[in-house]
């Protein structure tokens, strides 16, 4: 029996980890040599978002540089990657409503981390919108249907941050109690596969509604919940909270031998 590709959900933080060396980024290379090294990788990341179900149908995924504020040095970084017509063709396959958007690229959830995995860009990605219309429930039980594509060598993976709240971040503060406290309350549900209270994670009380102030941080991990089995094994590679609010949290499903 062939092996089946592990599910990634990397919390990917800051845009600045694109071109700096941290403990995170080195966390991020370690895994990548961890994992069998992909076909395609499919993306579901926070930053992207629609009002539909859609993946991006271009040739090459142009950088997008979807943020404020930071060095001209990170806006000078690309990640020239190619998309696969290929793997738009199998997710529409597995996903029958599911529109081609050529006019998206590769957003810095994606992009930011990969440029760390996988520096030459050599391996094609497509992206996979986060439904605006859709509710948890049925977020993950579109990424059930995207389970078959591991067998075909391709990488799910899915970026955003457990715990994310810019509204009270702060640089100088150490995590707040809330924050551990849900932080930790993932871990626990995840390694047990409690699906279904990650699944409705607003009855898991204020710590949770804190932490998720708006849920296209916390989707692509349900995502990643959906794409994998409660059978498989579960690994975290990053456990820590930055800015008092974001969680790097990384969580790899599957086994690596």
Known sequence: MEKIMPVLFVGHGSPMNAIEDNEFTR??????????????IL???????????????????KT??????????LYDKKYDCSGSQELVLNIKNLIEDVN?????????????VLSKMYPNAEIPVVELSINRKLSMQQHYELGKKLYNLR????LIFCTGNVVH???????????????????????????TRDDLKLVNYKLIGEDALLSVNSAEH??????????????????FFCEKI????????????????
């Open 151 to 154: 067998e075909e060598e391709i």
């Open 100 to 112: 081609f958007d050529s006019n998206w690229g590769i957003d810095h959830g994606v992009w930011c």
């Open 27 to 40: 966390n991020w290379v370690n895994i990548s040599k961890k994992i069998p090294k992909p076909k395609a």
């Open 242 to 257: 930055v800015y008092a609010t974001i969680s790097m949290r990384c969580i790899l499903f599957g086994n690596l031998s």
């Open 165 to 191: 709240n810019l509204m009270v971040a702060d640089i100088s503060e150490s995590p707040y109690k809330w924050a551990i406290s849900f932080d930790e309350k993932v871990k626990k549900f995840v390694t």
């Open 64 to 73: 997008i540089h979807d943020f404020y504020g930071f060095p001209k040095q």
């Open 218 to 235: 916390y989707i692509p991990l349900i995502y990643s919940l959906g794409a994998t089995n409660k059978n498989e094994t579960v690994s």
């Open 43 to 61: 993306a579901i990341s926070a930053h992207y978002e629609r009002e539909d179900t859609s993946v991006t149908s271009n040739e090459i995924l």
